[in-house]
């Protein structure tokens, strides 16, 4: 099945504008510095006028003394422009970017909730390092762009529409010749930058297939140090390196030639304006103080159009990032929740699975016509060999999964028409792949009721058998578990999911493999907690030691698309069947 994407709008100009007052505040601001900043120029001009017309300057003319008290006058309105500008320059650059922060923010928070909606498979299918890549680096690389990116733009139709305006009104005649390059400039830059945005799009998803490398990496570095495969890793690592190193030098090859062109088309206009205004000026048909201007305004007009380039550059980079963020909101989940509500106390906790049919993607079929049914209260157990689908069942209860065909019910509603919280929050789950917050140990226990009482997270504990090995840490609940819960054992990590499940209190439990990782004497211990917390609520044991489930109400061996054998664990041991030929292995008594 293919990913459903859907149209979705430009992330970073929706969120420009659901903040239009500080972008108008920040582009006012960035208005205004360079407003002041092209003032040297006109500044120089004056100072040539009265130097040459003295009390016929322009200022004389505005009725300002003689000369002497024109330039002091002079020099007081430079200093205020120059303390003006500076002020404006302070402004906008903390307007940006806090700005840019916030947008940020905003994106990479949308981004995040946006992916928690999607189904199991997706992750599945992805690695972790390229969604990471789109999450951290993607982000980040908009986060450049709005920090200086806009401003620049801004600032560069400013300075071409002040300049341009006062060149007509100085002299008319000579204007054109320092206009001539900018159409020329302007098609160049959009058109070449048009030609990089693809090769900038091959550097971001580079930058993906090597975050995922590295991301996978550092989470299996013991399984690479334990097969001595340090070296292969290497290679791998910098095969890809070197492919994302080659995809930039591209896009670096063409963007670096970027700024030389441009200085082509720019020395034909200052050229002309140079030459052509001063002979006028020698002519007498051009004032001193006018070319000076123009000269200063002319190189303040075109030079700053080189940094067309980098401004272009960063845009470039910034859509090829933007498009990998829509790409990724864009994706709809395909498990849609369903709008019954359940409220938890009101759960029976009755599970029926109607002629279930399922196969994971390019797979072959896991169950074909599957039929059961789970009573309320009752404990009941999946037991078979390794791909059967036992924990498929899991998936396709808590939807990670859809069936291909027919349909689960809880307390006889299809669990597609219920709300998908209130259907995973009547469930508690402990699966082998026990997840571990980078956190405490009490904050690992209390994660699905956060704000709980000590005492209920310590019961808790104590049903889990783990609450005497806290007690024996510095810190107790406090303790710190390190990223993964790297500090503890395997079977103290899956004690902590149990107490984690028994906290939350489902009036359905689900024991994917709870027992996986501990030993015959802990998991002993585990099963006597287990069976106080069962009761009264709907229990599903997955397992591959059946001492874990020869407890179990009820007994199904799957296989082959299907249930194979059924019933309690003695009766299935004297049936001399699968199951008694599992247990058998595993008690040691077959020969």
């Known amino acids: 099945m293919k990913d459903v994407v859907t149209n979705i709008k430009n992330p970073l100009l929706h969120h420009l504008f659901a903040s239009k007052t500080k972008v108008v505040i920040a582009s006012l601001c960035s208005l205004l510095n360079k407003l002041f900043d092209l003032a040297p120029p006109f500044l120089i001009g004056t100072a040539v006028d009265i130097a040459v017309r003295q009390n016929d300057s322009f200022l004389g003319a505005l009725g300002i003394g003689d000369a002497p008290t024109q330039y002091v006058v002079l020099g007081i309105a430079t200093f205020i422009i120059w303390v003006l500008e500076s002020v404006f320059e302070y402004l906008y650059k903390i307007t940006w970017q806090n700005l840019a922060q916030r947008i940020q923010h905003d994106i990479r928070k949308e981004a995040y909730e946006h992916i928690q909606t999607l189904e199991i498979a997706y992750f599945e299918d992805r690695q972790t390092g390229g969604i ?28 071409i529409v002040v300049i341009s305006t006062a060149f007509f009104m100085l002299s008319p005649q000579i204007a054109w010749m320092a206009m001539l390059p900018i159409p020329f400039l302007i098609i160049f830059s959009i058109k070449y930058q048009g030609f990089l945005k693809p090769k900038y799009q091959d550097v971001r998803e580079k930058v993906g297939l090597m975050n995922g490398i590295l991301s996978n990496n550092l989470t299996g570095i013991a399984t690479i140090k334990s097969y001595v495969a340090e070296t292969y890793e290497s290679k791998r690592v910098s095969f890809i390196s070197k492919e994302y190193v080659k995809a930039n030098e591209k896009a670096i090859l063409y963007s670096a030639g970027f700024v030389p062109l441009i200085r082509m088309f720019i020395v034909v206009g200052f050229t002309l304006m140079l030459v052509y205004g001063g002979l006028r000026t020698l002519s007498g048909n051009l004032e001193i103080a006018a070319y000076s201007a123009m000269v200063f305004l002319t190189q303040r007009l075109l030079w700053p159009l080189t940094g067309l380039g980098n401004t272009l550059d960063l845009f470039q980079r910034s859509m090829a990032s933007t498009k990998r963020i829509q790409s990724l909101l864009g994706r709809q989940s395909k498990t849609v929740s369903g709008k019954k509500r359940l409220a938890v106390k009101d759960v029976q906790g009755e599970i029926e699975f109607h002629h279930i049919s399922f196969s994971y993607e390019n797979r072959e079929t896991i169950f074909t016509d599957f039929n059961t049914i789970v009573h309320p209260g009752q404990s009941i157990a999946f037991v078979g060999t390794t791909g059967a689908g036992k924990s498929t069942i899991v998936k396709l209860l808590l939807r990670f999964y859809d069936p291909d065909k027919g349909k689960i019910t809880l307390d006889g509603i299809d669990t597609k028409d219920l709300d998908i ?38 019961e808790a504990a104590k049903i889990a058998e ?21 500090k503890l054992s395997g079977g103290q990590k899956q004690r ?84 008694a030929n599992l247990w058998k292995v595993q008690t040691g008594k077959k020969d």
Do not use: C, W
């Open 132 to 159: 990471m890549s789109i999450l951290n680096n993607d982000i980040n690389q908009l986060e450049r762009f709005l920090n200086s990116g806009i401003s620049e733009m801004i600032q560069l139709v400013l300075t």
């Open 496 to 579: 902590l999911a149990i107490a984690r499940a028994v906290l939350k209190n489902p009036p359905i439990l689900i024991l994917d493999e709870a027992t996986s990782s501990v030993d015959n004497e802990t998991e002993a211990a585990i099963q006597r907690s287990l069976e106080k917390i069962i009761k009264g609520r709907t229990t599903i044991i997955i397992a591959h030691r059946l001492s874990t489930v020869r407890n179990a109400d009820h007994i199904f061996i799957i296989g082959d698309g299907g249930i194979i054998e059924q019933g309690t664990h003695d009766n299935l041991v004297l049936k001399e069947g699968l199951y």
């Open 466 to 486: 783990i609450h005497d090995f806290i007690l024996t840490l510095p810190d107790q609940y406090n303790t710190l578990v390190g990223e993964r819960g790297q």
């Open 421 to 458: 919280n209130d259907l995973r929050t009547s469930i508690g789950l402990v699966n082998q792949d026990t997840f571990i917050i980078d956190g405490t140990i009490l904050e690992n226990i209390a994660y699905a009721r956060p704000d709980t009482e000590m005492e209920a997270v310590i």
